[in-house]
């Protein structure tokens, strides 16, 4: 029987500017460049690494990373997952899209092709959910689609991806979505000033209330994005989130303590938003992936009947507010905070930092200071409301 861990994280201190939700200056043009390949991992080879890799072995505990990207018989490695993937995929921006994650609302489809899943909770006390998607051609459509919170299109806008969304939380939203910094395609409701409805469309759901029928329409998107003069391709800043480790290697993280059950909000009832449907993950050594289970079950895509699954999962700590009568939520996802990385059957405790702006992502480190490496593949942030850390744990 493994012995479950509790983790009470302390409060890191989060600037006011993250608090209000207001943005930060601009990002850093150095960054990209400056990625830190030495960390606690251990290195794992199992053939020749790639010659589109930097080595930088100096030491036994240092990790080879993916850093300059370089096109090989048309492909590329992915910002997102680290993977190869068509040129044309991982050199565009990638789209957000608000998705439902109340039982009422399920499955979803398409989420299982998104390469980041970002995990918040909303008022009620549930949680929703962010789909990053990179390769999406091959889709028809993905959804439910749901509303906007700002503190996810902060989030998004530190991926430079297009926000997609269905309705919002109107006073806390509608001056940050408008604005020419946020490329969104918005359904036409109240508080848009350019929506994008070719973009949108209904499925009939029997039994399903109406805002869980709402869906993105992939076809449409493209449309709406043309039409709106929006850019496809990445700045020439721009700040990748996550440091992976280069191909045919592995983090292995040996002295850090095992974690095969991950729970973000424990296993009973609470407020702090995971405390509804108590949502966990499950590692499987065979193929190093942590699978989803939320309510009791698996967790599903309705395209594919898969369940959700991916390398990396974080927990992200962040202060939160109530804001009004109604339960709307603020969250500091600027400034810093404690984190811990599942990655490999491991946890890796450390912190995050968004110090440079709105257009630059939180990066991740050890207890250290160094920056910690991801796994390739795909990885699944969960804000926790710190305030309510002392649900999550892992065993």
Known sequence: MMKRKR??????????????????????????????????????????????????????????????????????????????????????????????????????????????????????????????????????????????????????????????????????????????????????VEGIYKPADEAYGRIKRPGYKLEFTGYLFIDGLKDAVERLKYDWEYDDDYVPQFTFAAEDYRAEYKDAEDAIIVRPGGTGANSGGYGAYNPYFEYNKEDQLYYRYQDGKKQIDEMNNEQLAVSNVVFQYCHGEVRDAKDYLAFGVHGEGDAIVFTGGKAIKGTW??????????????????????NQGKTWICNIWKEFSEFAEYE
């Open 7 to 188: 983790i009470i994280l302390a409060a890191a201190s989060v600037m006011a500017a993250a608090l209000t939700l207001t943005a930060c200056g601009k990002k850093q043009e150095t960054m990209v460049e400056e990625t830190v390949a030495s960390t606690e991992a251990q290195i794992v080879e199992t053939e020749t690494q790639s010659e589109t890799e930097t080595e930088t072995e100096t030491e036994t505990t240092t990790v080879p990373v993916i850093e300059e990207r370089s096109t090989v018989d048309g492909k590329m490695q992915s910002y997102l997952t680290g993977e190869w993937k068509d040129e044309e995929v991982v050199t565009r921006r990638p789209i957000a899209v608000m998705i439902p994650n109340n039982s009422q609302a399920m499955p979803q489809y398409g989420i299982s092709q998104a390469s980041v899943i970002y995990e918040a909770p909303v008022e009620g006390r549930i949680t929703r959910l962010m789909a990053i998607f990179e390769d999406f051609d091959d889709l028809d459509h993905i959804g439910p689609v749901r509303s906007s919170r700002d503190y996810f299109v902060y989030t998004a806008m530190g991926y430079e991806a297009v926000y997609c969304n269905w309705g919002l939380a109107r006073p806390y939203v509608e001056e940050l979505i408008n604005r020419d910094t946020v490329q969104n395609i918005s359904a036409g």
């Open 353 to 374: 930092s968004r110090m440079e702006g709105d257009g630059v992502p939180p990066k991740f480190y050890d207890e250290d200071g160094n920056e910690i490496i991801f």
